[in-house]
């Protein structure tokens, strides 16, 4: 007869109880009454309440404030074929939503049922964060069934977040299967974007975006500016329509990326400025320049709550330089990344940003990250990223 081992038990307080049936699918270390004391992070855990009802199963973290992450209501083995399971579902999706497309997110976190593992497609390679102690003591089997479903050239590991340090985890990064030469080739639309898995930001390029990216090319007119460019993924689109694109990016490598990404697509109407985007606008407007399209795309402003007015400074005054910069009927592509900035604030900003610059401002479109970034509804962290296409009158 065989007896099967049941995982260790975790208790929660009557608000980790509340917060656990809400669906919240993380609970915080001071809403757990009772863990196990031999326990170091990493594990499956069951999850009871005050009577020693079973509530469900989470993995286990110690060092971090988030204590617990949601895998299942259910009393089921947490192995390679549950993972396998939500590694297939997962990617059914981005089949649905770009049956044709190779490079998309595979996998987006608790979004996807899998709490702490990102996965992006490059083509026939994989780059792979493992940002919690529970899936990088799993890395092994994760990449045996990455392998299996997929069949890449390479996988990359770019593990080298610093969240991982909140979980007691150093960062780090490299080549986990097979071979990499160099950087890998990949399309948005019409537009050939190339992606250094190994050295690139995040996890080579930013896929949140390319969905906007595309649509871009829908709005480029005249004279068109890309602030924050980074590897042109805006400015590229936009340049398949425009008379003539100015790209500013303040990193001189980027700028490189932006320059080889133009010649790699015969677009010749594109000029790279390294510069800061917020002196750029400044002295842009002083020069008494305009444009009839612009994209304000900067990096997360705020990391934290105490950062967010710190932070709508900083929008609101990108944002109303460009729209002093944009002609009549002009075009304001602006987007944030910063979670907490909320829609709501962002809206507020850009209302003054208006105000002040004596501008009308139509919103065409709000949009958010492409289809392969789902937003759990339980989770409003995972919809972090805004992007707003204006009318600026």
Known sequence: MTTTT????????????????????????????????????????????????????????????????????????????????????????RRRAYPDDTAYRVVHGEADLLPGLVVDRFGDCLSVQFLIKATEHRKAMIVDLLQKLFSPRAIVNRSDANVRKLEGLEPEKGLLVGSLDGPVQYLEGHVKMEADLLHGQKTGAFLDQRDNHVMASEWGTGEALDCFSYAGGFALQLALKAKHVTAVEISEAACGLIKANAARNNLT??????????????????????????????????????????????????????MQLLNPGGTLITASCTYHVNEERFEEMLDAAANDSKRRVQIVEKRGAGKDHPVLMALRETRYLKCYVLRVL
């Open 269 to 322: 109407n594109v000029d790279v400025v390294t510069a800061n985007a917020f002196d750029y606008l400044r002295d842009t407007l002083d020069e008494g320049k305009r444009f009839d399209t612009i994209v304000l795309d900067p990096p997360s402003f705020a990391k934290n709550k105490t950062a967010i007015e710190a932070a709508v400074r900083g929008y609101k005054e990108i944002n109303l330089r460009a």
């Open 6 to 93: 049941l995982p260790p038990t975790v208790r929660l307080s009557k608000k980790g109880v509340d917060r656990w049936k809400f669906g919240h699918p993380w609970i915080y270390a001071a809403d757990v009454e009772k863990v196990p004391a031999t326990l170091t992070g990493g594990e499956v855990v069951r999850v009871e309440d005050g009577r020693g009802y079973f509530l469900g199963q989470a993995f286990y973290s110690r060092e971090s404030k988030i204590s617990l992450r949601w895998l299942s209501w259910d009393d089921v083995p947490v192995d390679a074929e549950f993972f396998d399971k939500r590694l297939r579902a997962a990617e059914a999706l």
